[in-house]
């Protein structure tokens, strides 16, 4: 049996790990993208916009939202949604330092 104890591997790949688990369904990534593409709160519009029911809906919410990746505020009896700018910074800088990493060339595989 593989092992998968996080504490084998060192603090910034379990952060990564963390991050990377909150997008990792599509539900997740279609949400993020309407709110960007929205760039506005959002509350009742992804139900329509996704097709997915409102429990549904509101479980990857609460994921995101427990990731800091999204922000939410009380407007009457709904909660408005919208992306957090701080914690999309820092998945921006991990993301991008990850990717950036590999330099390409010649591929050792062929």
């Not at 409102?54 to 922000?71: D, F």
Request: net charge positive; aromatic share 8%; proline share 3%.
């Amino acid at each position: 049996m593989g092992l998968t104890k996080s504490e084998i591997f060192t603090d910034k790949q379990n952060k990564l790990a963390g991050m990377m688990k909150a997008l990792a369904h599509p539900a997740r990534i279609a949400i993020i993208q309407y709110l960007i593409k929205a760039n506005a709160c959002v509350n009742g519009q992804l139900v329509e916009e996704l097709g997915l029911a409102q429990p549904t809906i509101s479980q990857h919410l609460k994921e995101l939202k427990n990731a800091g990746l999204i922000q939410g505020t009380i407007e009457g009896t709904s909660v408005c949604y919208c992306i957090e700018p701080k914690t999309w910074a820092v998945y921006q800088k991990e993301f991008g330092a990850l990717f950036a990493a590999y330099r390409g060339g010649d591929s050792c595989c062929g």
